[in-house]
């Protein structure tokens, strides 16, 4: 059975920081791309951050860049997404997406939480 579970998701300060992980089990993980998605109330998901099945690029979008860093430990078939600089636009549910590298199989999280706010 693929799963892919999200969680280190809460709520935080402007200013703080937070560690999302996705814990991977069912496929080979390390062949798939892993991307953080997010989705704000009323807003469409917008991609946050990718890295490839080897861990060796990454991307970000402009927003995030210099304040989230992706990662990943093939070896325990987990993604992370490391976020610092916490602002209230970056308040939304986080999902995990991981795609076999050059074709259209892909799975996804059920997502978790995230709330900057004082």
């Known amino acids: 059975q693929v799963q892919l579970v999200e969680s280190g998701g809460g709520l935080v300060q402007p200013g703080g920081s937070l560690r999302l992980s996705c814990a991977a089990s069912?496929?080979?993980?390390?062949?798939?791309?892993i991307n953080w998605y997010r989705q704000a109330p009323g807003k469409e998901r917008e991609l946050v951050a990718r890295i490839t099945s080897s861990g060796g690029s990454t991307y970000y979008r402009d927003s995030v860049k210099g304040r989230f860093t992706i990662s990943r430990d093939n070896a325990k078939n987990t993604a992370y997404l490391q976020m610092n600089s916490l602002k209230p636009d970056d308040t939304a549910v986080y999902y995990c997406n991981a795609v076999f590298t050059g074709t259209e199989l892909e799975y996804w999280g059920q997502g978790t939480q995230v709330t900057v706010s004082s």
């Open positions: 069912g496929f080979t993980f390390r062949l798939y791309a």
